[in-house]
């Protein structure tokens, strides 16, 4: 499949890391670091403009190793970005650590995957149908 993409960063455009990665790296498109304190948010610009195919969607998740070392994620994860949005993509971080850090122009702050998606129609009724499961909620089936 491909996808229509405008790319006004300069970086290059976004990648799978491994042969067998779902996500893509997105990259910071900044003029200047942006200095993120603890609990503090900021909406990352990646100089990407893209048009999917309908019936796609792009999920914006966050870097694992981010997360893990430095207490930075994706604030709304996933980030879903729909076939019919003509903006930048952004990234929403937050940093959860203790510590300040400082995201630098280039860098990568996210991935991205792409997924094929439904929609559905509603067709309201008077009952469900019955399961073992019932309406055991969280928890109900074990730890």
Known sequence: M???????????????QT??????DLHANLEESVILGPLERALIPTGLFMELPVGY???VR????LAFKHGLTVL?????????YRGEVKVLLVNLSNEKFEIKN?????QMVVAKHE???????????VTDRGAGGYGSTGK
């Open 2 to 16: 491909n996808v229509k993409v405008i790319n006004k960063s300069g970086h290059p455009l976004p990648k799978y």
């Open 19 to 24: 042969e067998a990665s779902a996500g893509l």
């Open 76 to 84: 709304n994860t996933p980030g879903t970005i729909d076939a019919d």
């Open 62 to 65: 966050p870097r694992s190793g």
């Open 106 to 110: 280039g860098e990568r702050v996210a």
């Open 119 to 129: 929609q559905i129609s509603w067709e309201p009724v008077e009952e469900l149908s």
């Open 57 to 59: 969607e792009a999920q």
